[in-house]
């Protein structure tokens, strides 16, 4: 098995009824717009990781209102094959007209999408300096029944454990701006690693959008209030010390600390 080279990082998708006041909400949590187009899409980074908000689909599909897709991003898709080849990953590639996207099957049989860094504008707006907090880093939880299988499917793509206890959450990161995979055993009904659809193409890797960051999370909380966010508090417990806030889709939200 090789060592990938491609320098993947996290780049969730959320699909969502009004994206514009979901991507004011991801920019005053602290990351900014690389690319927009209207209000329908918007590409964001932060410290490390990405997130990528899209105007939702229909009600009953895997790109409905509120859901998010365990999603990647590299700097070319020049290779993706060549990769699946060496390290017993199913990876298709094609040209779409904004560029090209690599498929990847997953451990369970699901769609993983792998976005190439657009190089070409294709008519969307591109923001000539964005401006991230580098104390962010995007975090995708995944819901994972089997730890060592996911931990050795995503180790293909240059993902090495990196904190958690391993039994009921495990964080995964490929680099210092990878942002990070975060396995999380299910423990309630409709904790799914994919998309329940007996329609193969519909079989979509999920997840949940979080964050960590190095920001103080009181000062991070009350940021988020005064900015129109009430639901945002720091919860600590015998899980975690974390901010929860409702994001603007009606979607629970963790930010946890993260060491400098």
Known sequence: MSRPSLDFAVAPVRFSSRPDRMVAFLETVGMA???????????????????????????GTASEHGLSHLCFITRSADGLVELGEQNGLDIAV???SYGRQGYLTGPGGE???????????????????????PRLSVSALRYSP???????FF????????????????????????????????SAPGELPAFD?????????????????????EDLAARLR?????????????????????DPDGCDMEIHPDSP
Do not use: C, K, M
Not at 146 to 151: I, L, N, P, V, Y
Not at 159 to 173: A, S, T, Y
Not at 197 to 217: H, K, M, N, V, W
């Open 226 to 246: 005064s900015a129109g966010y009430p639901s945002a508090h720091v919860i600590s417990d015998r899980a975690a010390t974390r901010v929860h806030v409702v």
């Open 111 to 133: 769609l993983i999408v792998i976005n190439e860094e657009q190089l070409d504008d294709y008519g969307y707006t591109r923001a000539a300096s964005p401006q991230p907090d």
């Open 33 to 59: 717009a690389v690319l927009t187009r209207g209000t329908q899409f918007a590409d964001l980074v932060a410290g490390a990781g990405r997130v990528i908000v899209h105007a939702a689909g229909g009600p």
């Open 94 to 96: 094609v040209d779409e």
């Open 155 to 186: 180790r293909r793509l240059g993902f090495e454990p990196d904190h958690g206890d391993g039994v009921w959450w495990q964080g995964l990161r490929a680099g210092t701006r990878s942002g990070v995979i975060g396995l999380h055993r299910p």
């Open 197 to 217: 659809s007996p329609d193969p193409t519909q079989r979509i890797a999920l997840t949940r959008i979080g964050f960590a960051t190095q920001e103080p999370l």
């Open 146 to 152: 089997d730890f060592a299988r996911d931990t050795e």
